[in-house]
């Protein structure tokens, strides 16, 4: 593979190291500025994925840091690695390339499995084995969720996912055949949109835009207990974690909204997914300044407004 165009942003993709083997795992490692966290990443997949033929591409998405330069130096450890490399920072248009421009090029077959990971997690030893195996046996189940082994809110976290069917961005498991069925609908993430893992989760979920392709029989998003990530928890002893959670709240605050839209437009619009979030913002019923949510009120206030004022802009 070398340089790629899309509609809407070019990419590359360079492949790093290469086996005789035909890999049968694809792995999916989103990376934004993970300069310090990727090594560790590729680290844990070597681990979990030993006498697996597996391929892993790294997706560096609007990386400045030396992301792009760490992935390279891990080469020599890494079988066939891959990294693509776009100036686009948007975890959804890296999502959208990997599922629709990439792994056509690969021969992914029905029987293979697709791996989707945060570059600024780890993964237990077994991990993917884990998830695929719980695919395998829930033959009805398009989707299989790993689940936090760290965190603070880590048991209620995992109770909310198997409760709700929420799958975790930072590593999932989605069969072969529902992405075969993804590119041949052309079902795309919409570029901006924040929480793919909320999205990928409703896709799974939903019948709104499948043209029956399943029934209702059986669950469709699967979690293995021993399937697990970890990751750096924030502290209060770490000044810089201050601005990180108030980044991280602002993005929560605007994904739960830009879901909310979202939900009501593809309900409104029988399942017309729109191109981008302007376009949401654009065509979606807007949300309501008056909803009571304690602490979080004054952000998501702050977000309706700008919403608003974005979609007032446009008409």
């Not at 021969?107 to 695919?135: H, I, P, Q, R, W």
Request: contains cysteine.
């Amino acid at each position: 593979m070398g340089e790629l165009t899309t509609s809407r942003h070019n990419f590359s993709v360079s492949q790093l190291s290469s086996t005789n083997s035909v890999p049968t795992w694809y792995i999916a490692v989103f990376a934004h500025n993970e300069a310090k966290n990727i090594g560790l990443a590729l680290d844990s997949i070597v681990a979990s994925t030993q006498h697996k033929d597996v391929a892993v591409f790294v997706l560096a998405n609007g990386c400045k840091d030396a992301t792009t330069d760490v992935v390279r130096a891990k080469a020599a450890t890494v079988n066939n690695l891959y990294l693509l490399e776009t100036d686009f920072g948007d975890k959804a248009n890296a999502w959208n390339l990997f599922v629709h421009d990439v792994l056509p090029h690969t021969g992914l077959k029905e029987s293979d499995s697709c791996f989707f990971m945060d570059g600024d997690v780890t993964c237990s030893v077994n991990t993917f084995s884990y998830l695929a195996s719980a695919l395998y046996e829930a033959p009805r189940a398009e989707a299989a969720g790993a689940m936090p082994a760290t965190g603070r809110d880590r048991d209620a976290w995992r109770q909310r996912m198997t409760a709700n069917g929420m799958l975790a961005g930072n590593c999932y498991a989605l069969r072969s055949s529902f992405v075969l069925y993804l590119q041949q609908q052309q079902v795309r993430i919409p570029i901006g949109l924040i929480g793919e893992d909320f999205f990928v989760s409703w896709l799974v979920a939903s019948n709104v835009w499948r043209n029956d392709y399943l029934d209702n029989q059986g669950m469709r998003c699967i979690f293995h207990s021993r399937a697990e990530f970890s990751f750096r928890s924030l502290s209060l002893l770490r000044p810089s974690d201050y601005r990180l959670y108030l980044r991280r709240k602002w993005r929560y605050t605007l994904r739960g909204i830009q879901h909310q839209m979202l939900m009501l437009l593809m309900r409104h619009r029988l399942g017309v997914l729109p191109t981008d979030v302007e376009q949401l913002y654009k065509t979606a019923p807007l949300p309501s300044r008056l909803v009571w949510c304690g602490f979080d009120t004054p952000l998501r206030t702050l977000a309706v407004h700008l919403i608003r004022k974005k979609s007032f802009a446009r008409h």
